[in-house]
Structures are given as structure tokens and as C-alpha cells.
């Protein structure tokens, strides 16, 4: 797993608390609508979504970029670059 | 013999083009919005446009709705949810001495379990609470505050804008139960401005069953009904769709009527508390004489008891309430009432009565025929009422 100190997103998908699979459902709708290259970022508190955000960029062929490191915080930000 | 229903707090009849509307989805259109066929696809189209219909009625946006089963259940849902969501910034509660039970209880199970503090605010003689109050007891630890619309119970209407704008301005969240306001009176979350707000379906003509809780933008909330994707995540189980088709209707049928009904629900209710206070003596009106809720008519009757008056009442054919729906069968004095400061010899006499579109002015006659002798018959055979005549009687 990428580890990453700062990323610049385009777009969020707040999914914290909202059950799963609500971190792919949601983010699949909200890439349709940037651009090519742009950033979308994932917040969620589930664990799952560490497998299963990066599983999906790679059967999607969108960029999985990595973690974002915020230790405040008790749940994850993971960053995709969409390609297509 | 006449049947008078004036208890529309508690329970209302569903409108017939609310019903029409929602028939069709008990048999007809039966499939499951989550399914990804056309026969659920066309149902979730469907949920949309109610969840648009309730949006529309208070100013919100389609995507800050989430359908609940109850007004009830609204009320959990932003209190539990937004407390737990937000409890890393602070775990202190405000909610007001008069809330329903499902707010206090609500807040008390965040107390017992998860080491919540709550202040339970006071309120003023007719039920209101005073901003400044509330700004006092506003700690760096508090993350929500949660103070009734309307009361159910007394009438009263707060005066929220106020209420909202001190707690917007310390950042702490606002939620209030509009469950007796949404349908009766304008309620626009904007201009309030609230961060949660509940509602309730019988209050709009709507079934018993559903309600809906708005939340701000993309506030978090904690579900509380633990299950799937259903309301975007946020509450599981499949939805009641007739119920809320219901609900939906209802809200388009009543957003263009609410003036018409405030002037109707206030009249008939002028004319029921004259008429009242002119032929029983010894009768407190209770809650705000003037910022109250169109249809509602509470009152502390003197040296009775109020399911007594009830119970004589439904033998003509009417009825009524002694307070909120639960409390009454619980035979306790009213907290709401103990809030106000009422005795509590005079609080056992308190009678609620709330009036719908359906009601005319000859139900409100038939009860000021009716209860000023049921009231006398009480009356005669209290010791508490021929004390206190005595002790008139001797200074």
C-alpha cells in the first residue's frame, strides 16, 4: 500500500459511516463526471475499502494513487487519477 | 350519536388521494428499488420523486432526506447518529425539558452507554426556551442541540430561528423535531436555519409508519439501523414505499394549502378556547396564548382529572387527549406540564384538544355543549375541587 502525505483531489466522496459497498457504488458515479488526469478522493471508515478501492481501479483501469497518512482522523483517504 | 374526532396529534385519517395514490403499490408496482430490473429501477425512480415532494415542502435538497419508519425513529437517527458521528469533537448534549420522549430517551441512551453528558434546558411558563439560556450552557464539548419545533403537548411554538443561529455561530449542530410543525405551519430549513430536522407522516395526512429526517448537505450520521445500501447507506432495511409514496403526496397536497388550513385550524381554535375558558371556571390554558400551533387547544382543568373528562367525553363521541399519546396511558403527571411549573394537582387535569381541515364549527360547538356539564359532574364528586371551593368560600 502507497502511502501518501498530501494529494490534491478534484473531487470527494464522503463515505464515512455509510455502509458498505456505498465506497464503490458512490465513487463510480462521481468519476463519471471529472475529467481525464483529475483526482477524486474516498473518505471512509471501512477497512475493506483497502482492498477493495485498489482491486477496483485495477479491473476499471483507473490510477489507485495510494493512503493518504492523517492520523487525526479515524477514517481513510484514498486517492484515485482517473485515466478514462 | 355525533362523533367528534379532535385528537389529530395522536393519530389522523390518511386523505383519500394520499391513500389513492398510494394503492397501486401494494400489489401493482411491488418490486424493490434496490433491484437492478426495470420493475425496481421504475420503483427507486419513484422513491426519488417522493423524496423531491418532502425536499420541496421544507426548502431542502433531494439528497439531504433520508425516509425513516416514524417521526420516532427521525428523531434516534439525528440524535444518536449525529452525537456519535461528532463525539471525537465533544460528548456533551443539549436538549430542552420538553422534547418527546424519543429525543430525552434518545439522549439518555447516549448518557447510559456511551458516557454522553446531556443538560436538559428549562424552559419558560408557556414552554419556550430563551436563547441567551441556551448560550450558557453551550460548553467547548457540546456537539449537538436538539429543541422541539412545535409542542404536541402544550402548542407552544419556539422561536428556532433564534435558537439555531446561536448554536450555528458557536459550530455546534442544531436539530429540532418538527414533527408537529411540518404540515401545519411553513418550515423552511434554510431560514431557520437548522442542521437536522424531523417530520412525520400523520402530521401531513400521510400514513402511520413513515417519516423522513432532513440533514444538511453532507452531514455524518451514524446509521441506526444497521443494514444495506438502502437511503444511500445511511439507514438499512427496504423502504416502505407505499408509505412513502404516501408521504410524498401528501407533502405536494399540503404545501399549497397551508395558509387556507392555518386560517381554518386558528379560527375554529379561537373559538374553542373562548368558548371554554367563558363557560368552565378554573381553567389554565396552557402553553403560548398566541405563538402556538393553529390547531391545538390545551388546557389544566381544575379539581378533575383529565382521563376522567376524557373518558365521560368519548361517551358523547368525542375525542381527545390528555396530553402526548403514550404519557396519557401512563397515568403520570406530565413532564412538559412540570417543566411549565403547573402543580401537579393541576396538571392531572390537563386536556389536549387538536383539530384537523376535517373539523367544522359544529364539532367545537357540540364540545362546549358537551363539556362544561361533564366538567360540573367531575367536579361534584372531587374532594380536591370542594377543598379548594371551601377554602374560596372561607376567605
Redesign the interface.
Known amino acids: 500500500m502507497r502511502f501518501l502525505k498530501e494529494c490534491k483531489a478534484d473531487a470527494t466522496a ?6 458498505c ?2 465506497h464503490l ?2 465513487p463510480r458515479e462521481l468519476i463519471k463526471d471529472l475529467k481525464q488526469g483529475q483526482v477524486l478522493e474516498i473518505l471512509t471508515d471501512y477497512d475493506g475499502a483497502l482492498e477493495d478501492i485498489p482491486a477496483w481501479c485495477a479491473k476499471n483501469g483507473q490510477e489507485f494513487l495510494g493512503v493518504g497518512e492523517d492520523e487525526e482522523e ?1 477514517f481513510y483517504k484514498l486517492y484515485i487519477r482517473k485515466l478514462h | 350519536m355525533k362523533r367528534v374526532y379532535l385528537d389529530h396529534a395522536a393519530a389522523t385519517p390518511v386523505r383519500r388521494e394520499v391513500l389513492e395514490a398510494m394503492l397501486p403499490y401494494f400489489s401493482e408496482f411491488y418490486g424493490n428499488p434496490a433491484a437492478v430490473y426495470d420493475l425496481g429501477a421504475e420503483i427507486k425512480e419513484v422513491l426519488e420523486e417522493q423524496r423531491t415532494q418532502v425536499a420541496r415542502l421544507i426548502g431542502a435538497r433531494r439528497e439531504e432526506i433520508v425516509f425513516t419508519s416514524s417521526g420516532a425513529e427521525a428523531n434516534n437517527l439525528a440524535i444518536k447518529g449525529a452525537a456519535l458521528a461528532n463525539q471525537k469533537k465533544g460528548r456533551h448534549l443539549i436538549v430542552s425539558a420538553i422534547e418527546h420522549h424519543s429525543v430525552l430517551n434518545a439522549a439518555r441512551y447516549l448518557e447510559k452507554f456511551h458516557d454522553f453528558e446531556v443538560t436538559f434546558l428549562p424552559v419558560d411558563q408557556y414552554g419556550l426556551v430563551d436563547p441567551q439560556r441556551l448560550q450558557k450552557f453551550l460548553t467547548p464539548a457540546t456537539v449537538l442541540v436538539s429543541i422541539q419545533h412545535g409542542s404536541n403537548e402544550i402548542g407552544t411554538i419556539q422561536n428556532l430561528a433564534e435558537l439555531a443561529v446561536v448554536c450555528r455561530t458557536q459550530g455546534v449542530l442544531f436539530h429540532t423535531d418538527a414533527v408537529a410543525t411540518v404540515g401545519q405551519v411553513p418550515v423552511e430549513v434554510q431560514t431557520l436555519p437548522v442542521d437536522l430536522l424531523s417530520l412525520s407522516g400523520p402530521a401531513l395526512g400521510a400514513p402511520k409508519g413513515v417519516g423522513a429526517l432532513y440533514f444538511r448537505d453532507k452531514l455524518r450520521l451514524v446509521p441506526q439501523i444497521h443494514g444495506g445500501i438502502q437511503e444511500n447507506g445511511r439507514r438499512g432495511g427496504t423502504e416502505n414505499v407505499p408509505a412513502i409514496v404516501g408521504l410524498g403526496q401528501a407533502a405536494a397536497l399540503v404545501q399549497g394549502e397551508l395558509d387556507a388550513k392555518a386560517r381554518h385550524l386558528s379560527r375554529l381554535r379561537d373559538l374553542l378556547v373562548a368558548g371554554l375558558q367563558e363557560r368552565v371556571p378554573q381553567v389554565l390554558y396552557t402553553g403560548h396564548p398566541v405563538q402556538r400551533l393553529p390547531g391545538h387547544a390545551s388546557f389544566c382543568v381544575e379539581g378533575i382529572e383529565g382521563e376522567a373528562l376524557l373518558f365521560m367525553l368519548s361517551r358523547q363521541g368525542i375525542y381527545a387527549n390528555t396530553g402526548s399519546a403514550c404519557a396519557s396511558k401512563a397515568l403520570k403527571t406530565s413532564p412538559v406540564l412540570t417543566a411549565l411549573g403547573i402543580a401537579p394537582d393541576v396538571a392531572q387535569g390537563s386536556v389536549v384538544f387538536t383539530l384537523s381541515q376535517d373539523n367544522q364549527e359544529d364539532d367545537v360547538h357540540y364540545l362546549l355543549e358537551q363539556l362544561p356539564p361533564a366538567v360540573e359532574r367531575l367536579r361534584s364528586f372531587s374532594p380536591v375541587w370542594r377543598k379548594k371551593m371551601a377554602a374560596v368560600a372561607g376567605a
Do not use: G, K, S, W
Open positions: 464522503d463515505l464515512v459511516y455509510r455502509v459497498p456505498m457504488l458512490e479515524d
